[in-house]
Structure formats: C-alpha cells, structure tokens
C-alpha cells in the first residue's frame, strides 16, 4: 500500500475516532477532571497504535528517566500535530499552554477548559502575561508539568527558531525546574500535509534546567539545547519517501 493511501485511511481513521472521543468526552465534563485526562491518554495511545499498525510510523522516547514526578515547566519543540497529544500520555498530569482562541473551539474547547490548561490571550500584551503566569503558579502549586512551546505555534524541520521571551519570564516566575524536549515529529507528519511517512518520531528529553539561572542566560540555554538536539534527530531520521 503507497504512503498516499496509508495517509488518506489513517487521517480518516484520525479524525473519526477523534469524533468518538469527543463525544464520549461529553458526560466527563460533569465528573472530576482526572476521568477526562484519562480519557485523553487514551485516545493518545489509540492514535499511537493506528499510526503504527495503519503507517508503520512508531515513536521512541530518548532521556524518559529525566522526566521525574512533580511540578516542571516543560519547553517543548513543537513541529506537527503529533506532540499536542503524545505529550499528554508522556507526562503525569499536563496543562498546555495554548493560544485563548482554542477554548472557543465546540467539544474541543470544553474539554481543554475541564483539563484546565491555561489560556493565552496573545493581543493582550502584558496583562496576559501577568494572568498566565497567575494561572501557571496555581497549577505548579498541584505539582502539575506545564508544557509551553516556546515558538508558540509550528515550525517545519530545520526552518529557523523563533523563540519568544515568554517561557524565560515564566521559568523565572514560577521558580521550578525546565525539563527541554526536542523532536523530530515534523519530518513524518508535516505541517500542512496529508502525509504521514513510515518511520519513527524520536522525542529527546533533556537535561533539566535547575531553576534560578537568569533570565537571558536560561532563554539562550533553553534554545540552544532543544535546537542542537533537534537537529541531530532531524538528520537521524531516515524518513523513507
């Protein structure tokens, strides 16, 4: 079977079992909010199994002992659809940090909301910076992983880094240690394709950042090692065309 076939029944397969999720997700939103979070694991490991048995695209997890328990402001390299759900099976009990236009989404934004992950308005300036971080000291306080993308949104493999200040100021506000994650994701699942290519998504977890460094000296680490590492895994990759 061609990779345009396999990509076309999985992004099918994708989209209905997302469906089915979503709906079932409907009556967790009246129950505790870890039933839901367990309900999205779930579907993440579904779509862990379909991509394996429907594209032959596994994953590896590289650094899985450095991940720990408790609070950490997790910087994440982000470059396809992928790690917005394989990061929710991967940590204890994630928030997302996400744009405030994503909560408006029906089915999706409801469930975002009860998981409490954090809203950001972007056109807010400095007042959604002050109300994340608000956000983000009280979701710390119940030793949840806050995952942040410091590019804010996708990025194709070995297009330039745009990092933004914000996950400096919130690593120096909230006072916990920064777990960096690189990956690969973007070669076998790209942006703005409908192709999904054989192969395996390596996601390489880094040495933890110990909270205290200052500002501009943490945003120049923080890149620097999810970029070095990002790199390597992009040129290790093999993807088969």
């Not at 979070?37 to 899985?64: P, Q, S």
Request: hydrophobic share 50%; with cysteine.
């Amino acid at each position: 079977m061609s990779i345009i076939v396999r990509s076309i029944v999985f992004n099918l397969t994708f989209y209905l079992v997302l469906s089915v999720y979503l709906i079932v997700a409907l009556p967790t939103l009246a129950m505790p909010r870890g039933v839901l979070v367990a309900l999205v694991k779930n579907w993440a490991r579904v779509n862990f199994w379909l991509l394996r048995h429907i594209c032959h695209l596994h994953y590896e997890v590289i650094g899985h002992e450095k991940i720990g328990h408790g609070p950490l402001l997790v910087a994440s390299k982000h470059q396809s659809l992928w790690e917005t759900f394989a990061l929710m099976a991967l940590f204890d009990d994630p928030a997302f940090i996400l744009k405030r236009e994503l909560m408006w989404i029906p089915f999706f934004g409801w469930c975002a909301w009860k998981t409490d992950m954090i809203p950001v308005d972007r056109g807010a300036g400095s007042q959604a910076m002050a109300a994340m971080t608000k956000r983000a000291k009280a979701e710390v306080e119940r030793a949840r992983q806050l995952i942040i993308c410091p590019e804010g949104t996708r990025r194709a493999p070995g297009a330039e880094p745009k990092y933004k200040f914000g996950v400096a100021y919130l690593y120096s506000e909230i006072g916990v240690p920064c777990l960096p994650v690189a990956l690969n994701s973007g070669v076998f699942w790209p942006r703005r394709s409908f192709r999904r290519y054989p192969g395996t998504i390596r996601v390489e977890i880094l040495d933890p950042i110990a909270p205290g460094m200052d500002k501009q000296a943490f945003f120049a680490r923080v890149q620097t090692d999810i970029e070095t590492a990002t790199a390597r895994l992009i040129a290790q990759a093999g993807r088969k065309s």
